[in-house]
């Protein structure tokens, strides 16, 4: 089953394959991150923190603790194009948390 996550303005920005995947792909498919820690913090496939999931949300959180730098795991496989999943209510930014920037999410625009 495909977990969509979305920004706090409702639009999709991510998902997962099922809910047990380690990897995170962009709505085109690209792969954008991944969850090292089996929890549910994020990093870019550099290792950098990308961001934390709240709900069917993603999150950065400005004050992030620093958890090591968790190698590379090798890219995974495309995993083809989601459904759209139409847009998620509204929802305020968490205390101390902002919308993931767009050039994490979108790197192939940003490069």
């Not at 305020?92 to 948390?97: E, H, I, S």
Request: charged residues 20%; proline residues 12%.
């Amino acid at each position: 089953m495909t977990v969509y996550l979305h920004d706090s303005q409702g639009v999709w920005i991510a998902f997962r394959t099922d809910p047990r995947s380690r990897d995170l792909f962009n709505p085109d498919g690209d792969w954008i991150g991944w969850f090292p820690w089996s929890d549910d913090d994020a990093v870019t496939p550099e290792g950098h923190y990308l961001g934390t999931v709240r709900g069917d949300r993603l999150f950065a959180q400005a004050s992030h603790t620093y958890r090591g730098s968790p190698g590379y795991p090798g890219a995974p496989a495309y995993p083809g194009a989601a459904p759209y999943p139409g847009a998620a209510s509204y929802t305020g930014l968490p205390d101390g948390c902002d919308d993931v920037a767009s050039p994490l999410l979108w790197p192939r625009v940003a490069s």
